[in-house]
């Protein structure tokens, strides 16, 4: 149909339904969020908001099976190679072992242009990925399972095998034969489908090689220089692609008015087919202002709504509205305990053990950390920031893993303990002096803040010459003081890039991890035991890996635990069919090709598999 | 003199605004014995009961209810008072004597260094403040102090303008041609003769500025700048009302408090120094005199 | 005339270099790593850790010498190219061109009762000095300023869109946004008001005018204030100056005398402030535009600021240079139309 008969098709059918009262332009699902894409290019996304809209676009080889964050299913491609099925064989040369993981790709795939997917495309998807690397973003993980864990990046890769060597091996990596593509993983197959080949992940999605090419970006040239030639910045922008994305997904880009909103509409050349109910078009609005947003929400003008957890006592009740509760996150937050510090940190200000401010090495004594866990009141936190939809960590490691996690309360909320282990410190000497330290925060949020006013509440609570104070700062000058290593305390927090127990035990107890890295607490003992972790392949094994560096973690008080948060979505009553995975639940990202509206239906699908808490009440 | 008090005591909105302000005066004085601080050497620290963000209505404890975040908003609301004198009175004085300063500088020399003082005054008006403020914020922390430097940076180009265009429409009025063929000094002239009566846009400037620095810093707040979270100060107050404003589901005012009390400080102050600024002007203003 | 208006366009790129070195000079009292700010946005991105930022500081010539910083930027604007703007996601040049209309549609829909109002207002609260319309006008008007905008805002948003349902959020609903994205509309000005009725389409016109009236609403009740006083006191000063008791004695009737010979010269200081608030409506009203869900230059500017993306706010500082001496010489050339005394030199 022309384009302008189709609007005004829409448009007639959309205020024909508004008249009679009915459900608000049926065929269009209209998203209220606060932040929107970066880019559309599933190479350098690495932010939720550019996930979710990828996540409509573009596709992968394989994707979770339902309810399973373990089990995966075929997609583009058509089987999951495994070793029963002879798809996986493992092998060895003299860079070390290897695994050879053979995918057969799909026919009769499109993408948005009518291209038709080919395992060339797969290759080429992959072999960008390793080219350009963009700086700061999530190919890191790529380059894990390709090269290894202690590869982290392209230097990393050219750094071990030179040029000449990286290309060679680069190229190797992924080779095309038939109507299949092999990966060649020196890193731990067990990471391989979680990180890198599933629906969720985006920085693995299929890109079409042709398109692609045409529109400006690398031409799978290899004489160039690594590192250097083609190799992407920061900005989201980096990359040609990133805002005329062609995809094999169910929805296409329609319109994308930078800040404003995305335009998503159905692609209907979509292999799966649109047997079914389907909305036609995705709107998702971005709206900062919360009473703006909630306005609009209650009066029907926005479907699904991003409801901060503080507020959503003013919605319960709402005529209207259905909210889904009680699934647990795949994130979680600490306080970390940072040792060695910056001499000339402004947050120890005298520097010294006078009662005046606090070595740089305060924290290398075991018991002024221990003493630090047992003033960190996690009840009150999950009670009163969390409105009780949390409940206090046990570790570092989110609940969401079950049986990997090291399921005792070690410390808790104790002044008695508190006291008893200042007054331990330093022989004494801390209890008689005292001291002065400042509690840093980046501002914008309140849950940081707050986490660092209990500290501050708690521990000057027992000692009037303990004086500390809380102050905040903008993410511009936090940068900086977190690169010069000036916090001594500090509230971190770290979401799931995939659903596996490395990915929360190496940043946050791996000596070269994110965090412990700044926080200098890191042994080889248990940096062993972290990889032995990323190639388990024996779920008891990996269990009993993560209980010990737990243990470690827990007995030497490194990082405060706080609370592991449960989430809560909100939506209109006529939205039919929504669904979370693990992935994807704690920011709101969905499948938008499973959703419909009506005034009749099943509503939000419950999983009760994956998420046991998981309930829904409506008005 | 006394003609003059008389004058102000008679007309009724000049007793109202005079009234006010004295209010507001006498609650900024009594702050510490009816707001008494929890914290010794922070008065302005707001002090909070818990970590809530749903704000509480009144109660006996809280005698005008807590803002988002549990900050008593009575204790805000006093202690604001002294903020609110303060900003207003230290930017807008600061900014009125550079302003007045460059303008008549500008003005009394013209030609040459007029234009460049100009095309300063054109610079610091294209200059985003926000940029300045942000900048500030980053470098020296949020803080009331700082955003007070980033306004004032930002206000005293209003009062250059004005007090230029004034002085040279007065020029050429016969007063001053007057005194210029009698041969005072042109110094002189700007002195005695044409600054004191150019006044008088200044005079309603400053009276609108002084009640609305608080609104600035509100806007400031707003956008995530101004003072730092919990300070005494009515615009940061109005600005935690924000997402609370809309009320709860069924009940539109069920935080009717949290933008009501600090709201209504803030438009009486807002009105006392307007009004206080009109009387004086219609008092004092020469051309004023002898009218009804 | 000529001649000065000349004079005065020279000076523009002498205020615009101005502008930005001033701000760039501003800045340099971060480090390069506060500049970094606005491309790693989130720890997760610092995988590396502290030598990675340094290795995108290098990228971005953020340590350069300013000299050098300056220059590079100078050079890329002669040459048409304002930068990318990241919290954008589009050219700086785009950015602001885009919001542009938005917000000039929204100033030109304000400024008309703002100004005319408020003359209005002034003129009548101070040909009745004193009396219950002199008091009543005066405290209406003031509490209006003495408002924060946002207060105003959402309370007009719930009260006319969440009870209501009149006036929603936005600049247009999806129905009439994709009539206007569609090939059957032109989009001539970008103006939304104006294009509809070149389009002769009925429906987005009420469509935008519907969005339009609150957010105007709000800006002109918080504006009026500010005019109306001035309007007030140079029109009591004006009412006593010797031409109007002259044109009195003549017998002129009191109307003429007000709005003839009073409120002409009343106008000239109004004038100024009327051009301060026309260039202060443009570079935006960032609350109006942020509780009304609008796009526009205030919003652009202000998370430019805030997120320090660097070339958006040299781009803004430039557009804003310009609008403001643009402004500027226009009122200077109305003063000389309203009063003949004033020459200009």
């Excluded at chain 2, 995530?224 to 009515?234: H, P, R």
């Excluded at chain 2, 408090?257 to 438009?267: H, S, Y």
Aim: aromatic share 12%.
């Amino acid at each position: 149909m022309r384009k302008s008969l189709l609007v005004l098709t829409i448009l007639l059918v959309g205020v024909g339904m508004c008249a009679f009262g009915q459900v608000p332009y049926p065929g269009t699902l209209r998203i209220g969020a606060i932040s929107e894409a970066v880019t559309l290019d599933p190479v350098n996304a690495y932010d939720t908001s550019s996930g979710q809209q990828l996540l409509q676009i573009y596709e992968g080889l394989l994707a979770y099976a339902p309810s399973s964050i373990t089990e995966y299913v075929p997609w583009l491609a058509t089987a999951v190679p495994s070793y029963d099925n002879g798809l996986v064989v493992a092998g060895e040369d003299d860079f070390g072992a290897y695994t050879l993981v053979t995918f057969p790709i799909r026919e009769g795939v499109y993408f948005h242009n009518g291209n038709v997917l080919d395992p060339g495309d797969v290759e080429y998807t992959f072999e960008r990925c390793l080219v350009v690397d963009p700086a700061g973003g999530p190919q890191w993980m790529a380059y894990n399972v390709f090269f290894g864990l202690d590869y982290n990046s392209l230097a990393d890769v050219v750094d071990a095998f030179g040029q000449d060597g990286a290309k060679q091996k680069i190229q190797e990596a992924v080779e095309v034969s038939g109507n299949n593509v092999t990966f060649k993983l020196y890193g731990p197959f067990g990471l391989f489908y979680s990180s890198l080949m599933n629906d969720r992940t985006y920085w693995g999605y299929i890109v079409d090689k042709a398109y692609s090419i045409t529109n400006g970006a690398w031409p799978q040239d290899f004489d160039i220089e690594l590192g250097v030639d083609w190799k992407m910045g920061p900005e989201g922008a980096a990359s040609p692609l990133y805002d005329i994305p062609n995809g094999t997904g169910p929805y296409m880009l329609n319109l994308w008015l930078p800040v404003e909103q995305v335009i998503l509409e159905k692609f209907d050349g979509y292999w799966r087919g649109w047997d079914g109910d389907h909305v036609d078009f995705m709107i998702t609005f971005n709206i900062s202002e919360w009473s703006t947003r909630r306005t609009m929400f209650e009066a029907g003008d926005l479907d699904i709504c991003y409801v901060p957890r503080q507020y959503m006592g003013q919605l319960i009740g709402t005529e209207g509205l259905r909210t889904v509760f009680g699934y647990a996150a795949a994130g979680n937050s600490g306080v970390m305990l940072i040792n060695d510090v910056n001499p000339e940190s402004q947050f120890i200000h005298s520097g010294q053990l006078d009662g005046k401010g606090v070595p740089p090495d305060f924290m290398n004594d075991i018991d002024v950390r221990k003493a630090f866990h047992y003033a960190f009141d996690a009840a009150t936190y999950a009670e009163q920031i969390y409105l009780g939809e949390a409940v206090p960590s046990y570790s570092q490691l989110p609940i969401i893993f079950g049986d990997a996690v090291y399921q005792t309360y070690m410390y808790g909320f104790d002044l008695e303990k508190a006291e008893e282990h200042f007054r331990k410190a330093y022989d004494g000497q801390l209890w008689d002096l005292g001291f002065k330290l400042t509690l840093e925060y980046n501002i914008g949020n309140d849950m940081r803040r707050v986490s660092m006013e209990i500290l501050e509440a708690n521990i000057e609570s027992l000692n009037p010459k303990f004086d500390l104070d809380v102050v905040g700062l903008e993410w511009a000058s936090h940068l900086p003081a977190y690169q010069s290593r000036q916090m001594m305390v500090y509230r971190s927090g770290w979401g799931a890039d995939y659903i596996h127990p490395y990915n929360f035990i190496q940043p946050y107890y791996h000596s070269q991890g994110n965090f412990m890295r700044v926080q200098g607490f890191g042994t080889p003992e248990t940096d062993a035991l972290i990889a032995q972790i990323g190639l388990a392949t024996d779920v008891a094994e990996l269990n009993r890996l993560c209980h010990e560096v737990q243990l470690w973690a827990l007995e030497g008080a490194y990082t405060i635990p706080m609370v592991d948060p449960t989430g809560r979505t909100w939506e209109r009553t006529w939205v039919q069919g929504r669904w979370f995975h693990s992935m994807g639940a704690s920011s709101g990202n969905f499948k938008a090709y499973d959703v419909w509206k009506a005034v009749e239906g099943p509503g939000f699908i419950l999983d009760n598999i994956l998420f046991p808490g998981m309930a829904s009440e409506e008005w | 003199m006394l003609k003059i008090l008389k004058k102000l005591l008679t007309r009724p909105l000049s007793v109202a605004g005079f009234l006010l302000l004295f209010a507001f005066i006498v609650i900024a004085v009594i702050a510490p014995w009816i707001a008494p601080p929890q914290f010794e050497h922070e008065p302005y620290r707001i002090p909070r009961d818990g970590y809530w963000a749903e704000p509480k209505p009144p109660s006996a404890k809280h005698i005008l209810g807590t803002a988002e975040g549990q900050y008593d908003i009575f204790y805000g609301v006093v202690w604001g008072t002294r903020t609110a004198f303060r900003v207003g009175i230290i930017v807008t004085l600061s900014g009125c004597l550079i302003g007045m300063v460059i303008g008549s500088i500008a003005a009394y020399y013209g030609g040459l260094i007029d234009e460049l003082l100009m095309r300063i005054v054109d610079i610091f008006y294209t200059l985003p403040f926000l940029v300045a403020a942000m900048v500030l914020t980053v470098v020296l922390g949020r803080s009331l102090e700082n955003s007070m430097i980033a306004l004032i940076c930002f206000t005293w180009m209003g009062y250059a303008r004005v007090l230029r265009s004034e002085i040279l429409r007065i020029k050429e009025l016969d007063y001053a041609q007057a005194a210029r063929a009698v041969g005072a000094n042109n110094f002189r002239i700007l002195l005695r003769h044409i600054i004191p009566n150019a006044m008088y846009p200044i005079f309603v400037m400053v009276s609108m500025n002084i009640g609305s620095m608080v609104i600035a810093v509100s806007t400031l707040s707003f956008l995530g700048l101004g003072a730092e979270i919990g300070y005494a100060d009515w615009g940061q107050m109005i600005s935690l009302a924000r997402n609370w404003m809309l009320g709860s589901a069924g009940n539109a005012t069920a935080y009717w408090f949290t933008v009501v009390c600090p709201g209504i400080p803030i438009v009486l102050f807002v009105l006392s120094w307007n009004l206080v600024g009109d009387a004086l002007r219609d008092v004092l203003d020469p051309r004023m005199r002898g009218t009804r | 005339m000529t001649t000065y208006v000349l004079r005065r366009l020279i000076m523009l790129p002498i205020v615009l270099i101005g502008v930005t070195l001033l701000i760039f000079a501003l800045l340099q009292l971060l480090s390069p790593f506060s500049r970094l700010a606005m491309f790693v946005t989130d720890p997760n991105q610092l995988k590396q850790g502290p030598e990675q930022l340094q290795e995108m500081v290098e990228a971005l010539g953020l340590d350069d010498p300013v000299w050098m910083q300056y220059g590079r930027w100078l050079n890329q604007v002669l040459h048409g190219d304002l930068g990318w703007s990241e919290s954008g996601r589009q050219p700086v040049v785009t950015a602001i061109l885009s919001r542009l209309p938005g917000t000039l549609e929204l100033a030109l829909f304000a400024v008309i009762p703002v100004i005319f109002g408020g003359i209005w207002l002034g003129k009548i609260t101070a040909v009745h000095q004193n009396k219950p319309l002199d008091h009543v006008g005066r405290v209406v008007a003031i509490v209006g300023w003495s408002f924060p905008t946002f207060v105003l805002g959402l309370l007009a948003l719930f009260v006319f869109y969440g009870i209501l349902d009149w006036f929603p959020p936005g600049r247009l609903s999806i129905a009439a946004a994709r009539i206007v994205n569609s090939d059957a509309f032109t989009s001539y000005t970008k103006l939304l008001t104006i294009d509809a009725l070149l389009n002769g389409n009925w429906f987005v016109l009420g469509d935008a005018l519907r969005h339009l009236i609150m957010p105007v609403i709000t800006l002109a009740y918080l504006s009026w204030a500010l005019i109306m006083r001035v309007m007030r006191s140079s029109m009591l000063e004006s009412m006593r100056q010797d031409y109007v008791t002259t044109a009195r004695a003549k017998g002129q009737t009191e109307r003429i005398v007000i709005n003839k010979h009073a409120r002409r010269n009343a106008l000239l200081p109004v004038t100024t402030i009327a051009g301060t608030m026309f260039a202060g409506l443009m570079s935006g009203v960032v609350i109006t535009e942020t509780v009304f869900n609008r796009p526009g230059l205030g919003r652009f500017a202000a998370s430019a600021a805030t997120q320090l993306d660097i070339p958006s706010v040299l781009g803004f500082a430039l557009f804003n240079g310009i609008l403001f001496v643009v402004m500027n010489l226009i009122v200077d050339l109305l003063y000389a139309y309203f009063d003949p005394r004033v020459r200009l030199e």
